[in-house]
């Protein structure tokens, strides 16, 4: 996508996919479409050095690049009405999201999750540990528990209670199998999706030292939920 990024973001990613993008987000407000488009260009922008690169190991940039990617594959996801496997990617971004958060407030936990062993790593980094020590730091998780245990119960991990694909209100026994447009699933999906693609962004921009990113991103955050 190098290149890419400009004012207009989602149109030049739709350009560079297809129509579907545009049409699958229509049923966000003017305000959500542009915090989400926004979100995309600065995530995308971080990962690809622009307009300057910073140097060292890129592992913050390679940490948007990822978000980014998610994003768009859960954007796609949304298109073709699978909201179980939307969420789940999205799921993968709010882990990214709370790591994010922690490593911007200690700097010091940023190096040692790069120099940690595996096992280390695991036990010390896990979403859990990390929410526990963004507990300790004082600073609240921007994905809560609660909302982690939601995300994953709902669209990662199986129990007896789950039923594929279904966010409706129909007592339909087998959840739907493929695609099946859902207003309130596709809503959900998409206000998940934007809540934590402006989450990273904000908080990637700030770790990079783009504070004009997280100026806008505040801007266009304002209230947008209520909008």
């Known amino acids: 996508m190098k290149g890419s990024c400009s004012s207009d973001f989602l149109l030049t990613v739709a350009t560079s996919l297809d129509s579907r993008l545009v049409k699958n987000i229509s049923p966000l407000s003017p305000r959500r479409r542009a915090l989400?488009?926004?979100?995309?260009?600065?995530?995308?922008?971080?990962?690809?050095?622009?307009?300057?690169?910073?140097?060292g190991d890129h592992v913050i940039e390679s940490l948007a690049g990822r978000c980014f990617n998610l994003s768009m594959g859960s954007v796609r996801l949304i298109s073709d009405y699978l909201y179980?496997?939307?969420?789940?990617?999205?799921?993968?971004?709010?882990?990214?999201?709370?790591?994010?958060?922690?490593?911007?407030?200690?700097?010091?936990?940023?190096?040692k999750w790069k120099t940690a062993k595996r096992p280390d790593r695991l036990r010390e980094f896990s979403p859990a540990s990390v929410r526990k020590s963004l507990d300790q730091l004082g600073v609240p998780s921007p994905v809560t528990e609660a909302s982690y245990r939601e995300l994953c119960e709902k669209a990662t991990h199986v129990t007896p209670d789950t039923r594929a694909n279904q966010h409706d209100k129909t007592d339909e026994r087998l959840g739907y199998v493929?695609?099946?447009?859902?207003?309130?699933?596709?809503?959900?999906?998409?206000?998940?999706?934007?809540?934590?693609?402006?989450?990273?962004?904000?908080?990637?921009?700030?770790?990079?030292?783009?504070?004009?990113?997280?100026?806008?991103?505040?801007?266009?955050?304002?209230?947008?939920?209520?909008?």
């Open 84 to 111: 179980d496997e939307s969420l789940n990617l999205t799921r993968s971004i709010a882990e990214i999201t709370n790591l994010a958060f922690l490593f911007n407030e200690s700097p010091l936990l940023l190096e």
């Open 36 to 55: 989400l488009g926004q979100s995309l260009e600065y995530l995308c922008q971080i990962s690809v050095c622009e307009p300057h690169c910073m140097g």
């Open 178 to 227: 493929g695609g099946h447009f859902q207003l309130g699933g596709h809503m959900e999906s998409l206000d998940t999706l934007l809540l934590y693609c402006a989450l990273s962004a904000v908080v990637l921009s700030n770790i990079v030292g783009r504070p004009q990113n997280v100026e806008v991103l505040a801007e266009l955050g304002s209230n947008t939920f209520d909008a």
